[in-house]
């Protein structure tokens, strides 16, 4: 067919108006809520697939600590010995470390930015690290340097030659000494109870900085909110303490023999035989001298925890001590063991506490990946609640549902981040709230579900999605609005995580991709890059949407149902996106002869903008429709989230 010039000009203004006029019936789309947000490329050290690259390497720190407890002066003084080894593709000059107990001085940078009104941050100002005979050396015959400074938090020591990088090693050691806070910030301290006084006892010894691959050196200083970021290795550490005191600590005790009585030894070899907890040192017994292996004098109490982050320890003359056997998925049995003065005890309180313990680490074990450590230990104190590698201190006054809470969320914390090394001080829904999420199924467990969780009702929260005064999950810690802390690090990750797994993902792929997120990072250290990357990979869903909306934006669910027409016998579903997050679209549609069914929209109908029409084909006459049945989202307006039947009477 041949045309004339005049026959193509008409047939290009045809083609030309038509697709002017579909350009202009176009709406601005939603592609950029569904793109990469931040830098997720794989390298040689972190792979795309969310896995340790070829060449990862960390650094490790095996620490020999020995200390003694003056109960008098209430000061703890010893030695530390660091065998340092650097992993790292670079030599080191130097190496950085955490000397926490400086947080508690008058001129600290976390006591100079505590409000004046105080926070629950508040501590000591009275002590502080008293260091000497500071010597570091590289490898065996290395010159020994005693050239350090210390600046607030964080102590930097210099080496006569650098450590070899790609296994290089190096002996840093020094005398410390140092009165121990009665407030340590929530964290660590002491409290004067009527039997003795019971020392909780953290950030006690001087610790390595993380090195990595993604910032060097890791050298935020310690404020208060933010928590920490360490090296893993084998810590062997020793506590002379009076012989009244009965000292528990992270991982193994290594000479019972020497520092507890036969009946004490008798009475925890029953316990590793019992479900139920029993008795290693009585209520009666506690104030009687004649129950502990020495009457007068010190004992030196020997402990060692292998492939750990840090290690924590308890010493008291007041503690009553029970324990009970925990059955481990392998096969193992380990300890679960509480101590507790006598204003704790009582089955309404502290004497269920093992058997909270034991439920705990047994759920954990079964569920996502098996407990590590030689002893789960929960330790009564004047702190809220707190975690170390197998030993938690909790509130001494929290009872019955309260106590279950501390307990398990303490004992969660073994999993984020004592296995899952993450960097709390930056990042701490990577703890916090991947914590609270499983504390979400624990609870749910435990006992038939005696105490229920807080997240089974995720729109209780919605009063604070619907402030203006919210922050995002990404606030650094030591940043956020005390009063937005609980939600920005627990409550809204946790809820995150249960939108993932109930509503987005389901059970099965969301399992699968969680727990080999866990096996693969376990005793390593993990950007938030490589828990979005890992996920997706196993999940086989690219979630960039979702992570930037929730984890890295400040917006809110509102999915909003708008209308429900008839259409040629079927229904027209007006459904619009009114918050920020886009997400998939469950609906439950119930009929008038009482049945009902689901159907989902997938998340890319807001793709191409915040409304969508969907055709619903029915022989059956709808009663009523509702968007998330189930209630699993916060969304900040339910108003719009169902329409009843009389929406089709004209």
Known sequence: MKYTLEKFLLLFLAVFTVQGLHAQEVEENNQEDFNDFMYRKGNIYRSASGKPGPNYWQNEADYKINVSLDDEEHTITGSISIHYTNNSPEALDFVWLQLEQNRFTEDSRGTLTTPIQGNRYNGDVDGGYDLSNVKAVVGKRGDASDEYLVNDTRMQVFFAEPIPAKGGEATISMDFSYKIPVKGMDRMGRL???DGTIYALAQWYPRLSVFDDVKGWNVEPYL??????????????????????IVVGSGELL???????????????????????????????????????KQEGTLTWKFKIENTRDAAFASSQAFIWDAAKIDLPSGKTIVA????????????AWARSTEYSKASVEHYSNMWFEFPYASATNVAADIGGMEYPGLNFCSFESKGEGLWGVTDHEFGHNWFPMIVGSNERLYPWMDEGFNTFINHYSSLAFNDGEYGSDLDHTRKYITWFNRETREGIDTYPDVVNTSNLGMTAYMKPGIGLIMLREYILGHERFDNAFRSYIKTWAFKHPQPSDFFNHMENVAGENLNWFWKSWFYG?????????????????YVIALSNRGGVPLPVVIEVTFKDGSSERFTLPVEIWQRGDKWNHLYKSEKEVESMEIDPDKVLPDVNISNDKWPANIYEE
């Open 554 to 570: 400040n917006a809110n669910v509102d999915l909003s149902l708008d209308g429900v027409y008839p259409y040629s016998g079927n």
């Open 224 to 245: 208060g909110a933010g928590e920490f970021y360490l090296e893993y290795g084998d810590i062997e550490y020793a506590v002379t303490a009076p012989a009244d005191h």
């Open 192 to 194: 004067d109870v009527e």
């Open 255 to 293: 000479n019972p023999s020497e520092v507890m009585s036969k009946e004490m030894i008798n009475r925890m070899d029953q316990a590793m035989e019992s479900d139920t907890s029993v008795y290693i040192l009585r209520p009666e017994e506690v104030t009687d001298i004649n129950t502990r292996l």
């Open 337 to 348: 063991q509480s101590v507790y003065p006598k204003e704790s005890d009582g089955q309404e």
